[in-house]
C-alpha cells in the first residue's frame, strides 16, 4: 500500500502488515497547525504522516492484510478512532483514578512498547484485544488515589515521592522507601499531597 504524506515527502510504500496502529495527528505538537497531514501512522521501524484520514489508512491497510487479521478498533479522545494491530496489543492495562477524573480515560493498551489510552471501558479493550488474538490482561477497576488526610507525622501531606520511576508510598510504607530514595539520591522528605497507589507498592 501506499499513503501520500505532505510534501517535499510525496507518495510513501507502507507494508500493511507492520502497521502497530494508525490515529488522528496532534497538531501542533506533532505538525504545525497548517499542515495537510491527518493521519499518524506507527509502523515496526517508522513514524508516517499522511494526508489520508486514519479511516482511509485503515482501508487501505485492511485491503492487503489477511481477511482474518484486519485492523482493530478503540477510541481516544473526541471519539478519535485508534485503528491498530490488536494481534500484537497487550491489554487493558490498569488506569488511576486521577487519569480518569482528569484525563477522560477509562483504561489503556500497549502497543510497539507504547502506552496508548483511551475513553473505552476495560472490558471493551479487552474483548477487542482478545478477538485480535493479542495478550489479554486481568479487567481491573482504576487505582485508588491517596487524597490528603492527618496524621501523626504531618498534617497536610500524605506521602513521600521515591526515586524508583517517581513511586508514591504512603507514610505507613516510608521505611520501605528510605533505601530506594538513598540509592537514587532522592530527598527523603520529598513530600506530596496527593499521591497514586501503585500496585504491589
Known amino acids: 500500500m501506499k499513503v ?14 507492520e502497521i502497530l496502529y494508525v490515529r488522528n ?6 505538525v504545525e ?11 515496526l521501524d517508522a513514524t508516517t504522516y499522511s494526508l489520508e484520514t486514519p479511516a482511509e489508512v485503515k ?18 479522545k473526541n471519539q478519535w478512532p485508534i485503528y491498530f494491530d490488536g494481534e500484537r496489543a497487550k ?21 510497539g ?15 477487542v484485544i482478545q478477538a485480535a488474538g493479542g495478550q489479554t490482561l486481568p479487567v481491573l477497576p482504576p487505582a485508588k488515589s491517596i487524597m490528603a488526610v492527618e496524621s501523626p ?4 501531606e500524605v506521602g513521600w515521592r521515591c526515586g524508583l520511576e517517581g513511586v508514591v508510598h504512603s507514610i505507613a ?12 539520591d532522592v530527598p527523603n522528605n520529598q513530600r506530596v499531597k496527593s499521591a497514586t497507589v501503585f500496585p504491589g507498592v
Not at 495527528?25 to 506533532?30: R, S, Y
Not at 512498547?113 to 474483548?127: H, L, T
Open 59 to 76: 482501508d487501505l491497510a485492511d485491503a492487503e492484510r489477511p481477511a482474518d487479521k484486519t485492523l482493530s478498533l478503540l477510541s481516544s
Open 113 to 127: 512498547k507504547k502506552k496508548i489510552p483511551v475513553i473505552n471501558s476495560a472490558q471493551e479493550v479487552f474483548d
Open 173 to 184: 510504607q516510608r521505611p520501605r522507601c528510605l533505601p530506594w530514595n538513598r540509592k537514587y
Open 91 to 111: 491489554g487493558p492495562l490498569q488506569i488511576t483514578e486521577n487519569e480518569v477524573n482528569i484525563s477522560g480515560y477509562n483504561s489503556a493498551f500497549l502497543i
Open 25 to 30: 495527528v496532534l497538531k501542533p505538537i506533532e
Open 4 to 17: 501520500h504524506c505532505p510534501p517535499p515527502t510525496g507518495d510513501k510504500p507502507i507494508i500493511a502488515t
Open 153 to 156: 507525622f504531618c498534617t497536610e
Open 33 to 43: 497547525d497548517g499542515s495537510p497531514a491527518n493521519a499518524m501512522l506507527l509502523t
